[in-house]
Nanobody, 123 residues
Framework: QVQLVESGGGLVQTGGSLRLSCVAS????????MGWFRQAPGKEREFVAA????????SYADSVKGRFTISRDNAKNTVYLQMNTLKPEDTAVYYC????????????????WGQGTQVTVSS
């Protein structure tokens, strides 16, 4: 089982930026893709972005393309989400996850989630 710990959320004004981090620990003996999801009050969890083990392939939800950038540092077992030009619609609890590849991450196949980190964008 892999433990996931998200951090970096906070309160920011519309147009501002935040950088989220997620550290994976535990049984990570094989390569894995990682990604980010978010869940706003009253809504289902939705996919945000994913990145392959090598960092060579990425996937983004249409709503964040051009504004968010996912990256990773395998030496630190950490995935990042740089969020720019934030909008009130981005307000949600952000969670990271992992999978055998991009498709698995996008599907949210791994059943264990971290505590999430709250992102609030005020207008």
């Amino acid at each position: 089982q892999v433990q996931l710990v998200e951090s970096g959320g906070g309160l920011v004004q519309t147009g501002g930026s935040l950088r989220l981090s997620c550290v994976a620990s535990g049984r990570t003996f094989t390569t894995y893709a990682m990604g980010w999801f978010r869940q706003a009050p009253g809504k289902e969890r939705e996919f945000v972005a994913a990145i392959s083990w090598s960092g060579g392939s990425t996937s983004y939800a249409d709503s964040v393309k051009g504004r968010f950038t996912i990256s990773r540092d395998n030496a630190k077992n950490t995935v990042y989400l740089q969020m720019n030009t934030l909008k009130p619609e981005d307000t949600a609890v952000y969670y990271c996850n992992l999978g055998s590849g991009l498709r698995a991450v996008v599907a949210g196949s791994y059943g264990y989630w971290g505590q999430g980190t709250q992102v609030t964008v005020s207008s």
